[in-house]
């Protein structure tokens, strides 16, 4: 997927709710490649790093809402910006790595998304994880490299 294909596709799955773009569990999970249910996984796992500026739990209404538009979606969850991004991070798989980056890029494209420091914050936190989970990768693998020879 190229950056242009990903932010058209990131344009369509979009939408508003409680006055945040936020990107449903079903997407999110098809833009990791990964399941709803490991994605879901994730969540269990790591409710520290999911605060409510990173997801909410849909209400009965915006559940109805969603269901009248694609009465496949089976989301449960919205992920703003920031928790998309922090997925990135926890995924793990090589996808994730190249989505950050794609998001990285279309949020520098799109100031308005970051407000507030504390977002700037936390991009900052996920951007180090991204950044030690890319070094231990290129470690692991020199490593490997090594023992072969």
Do not use: C, H
């Not at 999970?29 to 490991?38: D, P, Q």
């Not at 090589?94 to 950050?100: A, C, E, R």
């Not at 936390?122 to 692991?140: A, C, G, R, T």
């Amino acid at each position: 997927m190229t950056f242009k294909e990903f932010e058209q596709e990131l344009k369509l799955k979009q939408i508003i709710l409680r006055n945040t773009r936020v990107l449903l569990e079903t997407a999110a999970a098809k833009l990791y490649g990964i399941s709803i249910v490991r994605l879901r996984g994730i969540l269990i796992t790591n409710p520290e790093r999911f605060p409510d500026d990173f997801l909410f739990i849909l209400e009965d209404n915006e559940l109805n809402r969603i269901k009248r538009n694609n009465p496949k979606d089976k989301s449960l969850i919205a992920f703003t910006e920031v928790g998309i991004m922090m997925l990135s991070g926890l995924v793990g798989n090589k996808k994730s790595l190249k989505v950050l980056v794609y998001i990285i890029r279309w949020a520098a494209r799109n100031p308005d998304l970051l407000e507030g420091d504390k977002d700037i914050k936390e991009i900052k936190k996920v951007l180090k994880k991204m950044n030690d989970l890319e070094f231990k990768d290129k470690i692991s693998k020199k490593f490997k490299k090594g023992k072969q020879n």
